[in-house]
T-cell receptor
Framework: AQSVAQPEDQVNVAEGNPLTVKCTYS??????LFWYVQYPNRGLQFLLK??????LVKGSYGFEAEFNKSQTSFHLKKPSALVSDSALYFC????????????FGKGTMLLVSP | DSGVTQTPKHLITATGQRVTLRCSPR?????VYWYQQSLDQGLQFLIQ???????AKGNILERFSAQQFPDLHSELNLSSLELGDSALYFCASSSDRGGETQYFGPGTRLLVL
């Protein structure tokens, strides 16, 4: 079975500082990995995904994520946080082999203070 | 705007009742997914349809059912509703080719009183 762990329920960072939201996964074989963001009373918005190739993936709104196979991690990063980045962030994984559905982590609330 | 539409936006009903949630996928997407989001369970996958046929089933209760119609829109039917069914219900769609992205609708907020 595949799973995703987001070890932090909440991450607090000051505006202008770098941010990291952690994600580790467990899946059979190589994964597809995704990050989504959810603003209050909205649906999930796609941020970025890792399919293959460069381990550093760049996505929307200046976010990036680094795929680390040995550590089975896919941490979300941004060099300089904005107050408007405050939202709920979800990491998700899907196995490449056979057919599998997308499994989401429990989410991490990011709070960026002015 | 993801291109996925869901109706209604809000739904308030009583225990024991039945409701239907509707989803229209993005143009060209053949797969529709249903998810339930609640505070205690997080985001749970319920069921997937691909081009009218059920493809995968997750944590969907027997009281719940879904279908996808020839025009590719989908409906999620929730019956014999209980207080614990109160949640946000999301629909997502994708082209379903390997590492494709699922695009989510704005959700339907269901409150069972």
């Amino acid at each position: 079975a595949q799973s995703v762990a987001q070890p932090e329920d909440q991450v607090n960072v000051a505006e202008g500082n770098p941010l990291t939201v952690k994600c580790t996964y467990s899946v059979s074989g190589n994964p597809y990995l995704f990050w989504y963001v959810q603003y209050p009373n909205r649906g999930l918005q796609f941020l970025l995904k890792y399919i293959t190739g460069d381990n550093l993936v760049k996505g929307s709104y200046g976010f990036e994520a680094e795929f680390n196979k040995s550590q089975t991690s896919f941490h979300l990063k941004k060099p300089s946080a904005l107050v408007s980045d405050s939202a709920l962030y979800f990491c998700a994984v899907r196995a490449r082999t056979g057919y599998s559905t997308l499994t989401f982590g429990k989410g991490t609330m990011l709070l960026v203070s002015p | 705007d993801s291109g996925v539409t869901q109706t209604p936006k809000h739904l308030i009903t009583a225990t024991g009742q039945r409701v239907t949630l509707r989803c229209s996928p993005r143009s060209g997407d053949l797969s529709v997914y249903w998810y339930q989001q609640s505070l205690d369970q997080g985001l749970q996958f319920l069921i997937q349809y691909y081009n009218g046929e059920e493809r995968a089933k997750g944590n969907i209760l027997e009281r719940f059912s879904a279908q996808q119609f020839p025009d590719l829109h989908s409906e999620l039917n929730l019956s014999s509703l209980e207080l614990g069914d109160s949640a946000l219900y999301f629909c997502a769609s994708s082209s379903d080719r390997g590492g494709e992205t699922q695009y989510f609708g704005p959700g339907t907020r269901l409150l069972v009183l």
